[in-house]
């Protein structure tokens, strides 16, 4: 099983750019893709981005098209998301989570973070 940790949430004003970062332990990490989600108050779960487990494929929700990048470090066991030009609607919970390659789903999360973005 692999335990996921995220950190470098926070509040920043509209426009403003935030960076991610989630460190992987507990088994081998390009076992896994990983993906980015978030959690609005009073909103259910949506994704947000994914990356492949060598890299090479990402995926971007429309909303954050041209605006965010996902991208991943297998040697340091981390994937970051680069969050730039950011909305008030983007703020949420920040939750990084692993699919086992080979799965149908992100089985595991960790604890999220906190992005707040002021007008």
């Known amino acids: 099983q692999v335990q996921l940790a995220e950190s470098g949430g926070g509040l920043v004003q509209a426009g403003g750019s935030l960076r991610l970062s989630c460190v992987a332990s507990?088994?081998?990490?390009?076992?896994?893709?990983m993906g980015w989600f978030r959690q609005a108050p009073g909103k259910g779960r949506e994704s947000v981005a994914a990356?492949?487990?060598?890299?090479?494929?990402?995926y971007y929700a429309d909303f954050v098209k041209g605006r965010f990048n996902i991208s991943r470090d297998n040697a340091k066991n981390s994937v970051d998301l680069q969050m730039s030009s950011l909305k008030p609607e983007d703020t949420a919970v920040y939750y990084c989570?692993?699919?086992?390659?080979?799965?149908?789903?992100?089985?595991?999360w960790g604890q999220g973070t906190q992005v707040t973005v002021s007008s």
């Open positions: 989570a692993a699919n086992k390659v080979g799965a149908s789903r992100f089985d595991y």
């Open positions: 507990g088994d081998i990490f390009s076992s896994y893709s």
């Open positions: 990356i492949s487990w060598s890299g090479a494929n990402t």
